[in-house]
């Protein structure tokens, strides 16, 4: 059974830095397009950045230049490094994977079919 779990969400002032983690049980994350979400309380779960089979990355705007999504360092591990962080980036991040390539349709929500159970990022002044 394809599993993903994250980790490494917690609390953090504005400006500091955050890496989450996404584990991969039952599949190598080489194997799909990696993203990952972020959702807000009573808003829709959005795309952040994905990392496709090819090395490929993807971002939205807000998390160009301040987020990095890469290879972790432990085997079959996601992660989603966040450096300068805002109270706007305060949310629910979740690790989604489906059958690549991630292409157009990387920020959307609805093209992944498998999904983490998600870490609270909470960011204060």
């Known amino acids: 059974q394809v599993q993903l779990v994250e980790s490494g969400g917690g609390s953090v002032q504005a400006g500091g830095s955050l890496t989450l983690s996404c584990g991969t049980a039952?599949?190598?994350?080489?194997?799909?397009?990696m993203a990952w979400f972020r959702q807000e309380s009573g808003k829709e779960r959005e795309g952040v950045a994905a990392?496709?089979?090819?090395?490929?990355?993807y971002y939205t705007d807000t998390a160009k230049g301040r987020f990095t999504i890469s290879q972790g360092t432990t085997k079959n591990t996601v992660s989603l490094q966040m450096n300068n962080l805002t109270l706007e980036d305060t949310a629910t991040y979740y690790c989604?994977?489906?059958?690549?390539?991630?292409?157009?349709?990387?920020?959307?929500?609805?093209?992944?079919?498998?999904w983490g159970q998600g870490t609270q990022v909470t960011v204060s002044s």
């Open positions: 990392l496709d089979i090819d090395g490929r990355t």
């Open positions: 039952g599949y190598s994350y080489n194997n799909y397009c």
């Open positions: 989604a994977a489906e059958h690549p390539p991630c292409e157009n349709n990387w920020n959307q929500a609805w093209a992944y079919g498998i």
